[in-house]
C-alpha cells in the first residue's frame, strides 16, 4: 500500500510534465536556392552557441577543416571577412549515469548570418548515445551528404531539359 | 485474465502496479502530430493583397512518431500555409507547381522543444523565399524565428501542450510571414 501510495505521484508527474519520448532521428535538409551557395563555400565560420561551455563550437569547425574546408569558429556574430558561410548550432544534453549531447542542430548559413541554406539535426537518446565528435560529423555528413543529392538531381533534371 | 506474463511470480497488487506504469508511460509517450487546422492564423493582419498566384512548397518537416514527440511535417505546414492564404486573399489562388506567377517556399529550419516542465515553449525556425515563377528572381527572402508557450491550463497531459506549443509556433511563424508578404510591392 506504501509503495502504491509512492508511485501514483511519479506515474501523475510523467503524465503531467513529461512532452514525450525521445526517438531517435537523423536529418537534413538544404534550401533550393542553398544547394549552389554550399557548393561554392570554401570558408566556415562557427558562431559559439550563446550558452555553450563545452567548445562544440570548436568540433564544427575541425569537422569541417577535415573535410577539406577552412574553419574558423568564435564567440563573436559578426564573421571574418572572406567568410562564405556562418555556421550556428544547439545542442542539448541529457544525464544518465553521465551527461551526453542527445540533441545536435547545426544551421549553415548566409555570410550575414541571415539565412540558412541547410540544416541538420541528430538525436540520439541514451542507449545509442553517441560522443560529442561523432554527433558533429553525423550531422555534418548528413548536410553535405544531403546537399550532394540536391546537386546531382538538379543536373539530373537540366540534362533532361 | 492473463495481460502480463513476465508478471507470474508477482502479488497480484505488484502487477497492478506494473500494469499502472506501463499503461501511463504508454499515455505520455503517445504523441499527435499537428494539424494544419490548429495552425492556421486566426487573427492575420494583411497590409495589402496581391492579385498574382502562388504555388507553394515546405520542406524540412519531419513526420510524427507516435512514441516521439510532436512533429510539423511538410504536408501539414503547407495545407495551413494554404488554408491561410486563401482566408487572407493575400494571392488570389493558389496553383500547384510551376503554373503559378509566384513561388512560396517554406523550409522548416529547426523546431526547439522541451522534454520536461509546467508550462512548455517551442521555438521555432522558418526560412522564407518568395520568386518570380518565370525569371526566377527572388523578391523577398527571410529567416524567421516565433515561439509559443502552452502552460497548466491549456492540457492536462504533456504530449498534449507540447503538440498545442508546436501548434501555436508554427501559427505565429505563418502570420509573421505573411504579414511580411503582404507588406511587399510585387
Known sequence: MRRRILLFPIVAAMLVFNSGCAVNRATATVAPEGRAQLSQAKTFYVVRGAKDERGIERLIAENLTKRGFKASSGAESTPPAGTDAVVTYADKWMWDITMYMIELTVVVRNPDGSFPMASGNSLHTSLTRKSPQEMVDEVMANIFSEASKKADAAQKAEAAK | ?186
Open chain 2, 1 to 186: 485474465m492473463r495481460v502480463c506474463g513476465a508478471c507470474n511470480g508477482l502479488a497480484p497488487g505488484s502487477r497492478r502496479l506494473i500494469l499502472l506504469i506501463l499503461a501511463s508511460l504508454a499515455v505520455a509517450g503517445c504523441a499527435s502530430p499537428v494539424t494544419h487546422q490548429m495552425m492556421v492564423p486566426t487573427d492575420l493582419v494583411t497590409t495589402k493583397t496581391h492579385p498574382e498566384t502562388v504555388s507553394v512548397a515546405v520542406n524540412g518537416g519531419n513526420k510524427t512518431d507516435e512514441m516521439g514527440k510532436s512533429q510539423i511535417s511538410n504536408e501539414e505546414f503547407a495545407l495551413a500555409l494554404q488554408e491561410a492564404i486563401t482566408r487572407s486573399k493575400i494571392f488570389s489562388r493558389i496553383e500547384p507547381g510551376p503554373s503559378a506567377q509566384y513561388l512560396l517556399t517554406a523550409q522548416i529550419i529547426s523546431l526547439d522543444q522541451p522534454t520536461f516542465g509546467f508550462s512548455f515553449t517551442v521555438k521555432l525556425e522558418v526560412g522564407w523565399t518568395l520568386k518570380r515563377a518565370d525569371t526566377g528572381k527572388i523578391v523577398w527572402r527571410e529567416s524567421i524565428r516565433s515561439e509559443f508557450t502552452a502552460g497548466a491550463g491549456d492540457a492536462f497531459a504533456g504530449v498534449t501542450r507540447l503538440r498545442i506549443a508546436t501548434e501555436g509556433a508554427a501559427r505565429a511563424n505563418i502570420a509573421s510571414g505573411l504579414g511580411k508578404i503582404s507588406q511587399l510591392e510585387l
